[in-house]
């Protein structure tokens, strides 16, 4: 039965090279690493400028491999939204951007699975709590006072009515 070996690494939203950590990762499998590269870009494109995990799991008698392609984190996801490169240095005094709430709400739908949240809401106020460490505001209101108001049951319209 043919090994399978996995190695994960850490890239550039479709921006992956041939070079380290790849490369020397995979070369001594004599894989083909441009290919590998080429498929690794084409899965991560659409998280252009994020970091992303990526796992690239190979057979090592026969040489073939799958892209397995993570999900970036929840401060790559909500800095690409807010259009900032990084959060701010006096979370909570000072605020770096603003990111509308439908946007908290597709996050956190993308993020559930990995989540400890027992449903969307509780995982849309997580990503919230993430905006706070950040110094993001959500819909221009400091992220606390967001949060008040999922409690209060103000966004269930938008967050699809899910209740916890």
Known sequence: MAERKTFSFIVDGGQATGGPPIGPALGPLG???????????ELTADFHGMKVPVKVHVDQ????????????TTTALLAKEAGIEKGSSQAGK??????????IVSIAKLKQ???????????????????????????????????KEVDEGKWDSVIGGSVS
């Open 113 to 147: 699975p990995e989540m400890n949240a027992s449903s969307l809401k509780a995982a849309v106020k997580e990503v919230i709590g993430t905006c706070t460490s950040m110094g993001l505001k959500v819909e221009g209101k400091p992220p606390k006072e967001v949060i």
């Open 94 to 103: 000072e605020f770096v951007g603003n990111v509308a709430f439908a946007r």
């Open 61 to 72: 008698d026969t040489k073939e491999f799958d892209v397995e392609v993570g999900v970036p």
């Open 31 to 41: 894989v083909n690493i441009m290919q590998i590269v080429k498929r690794i870009n």
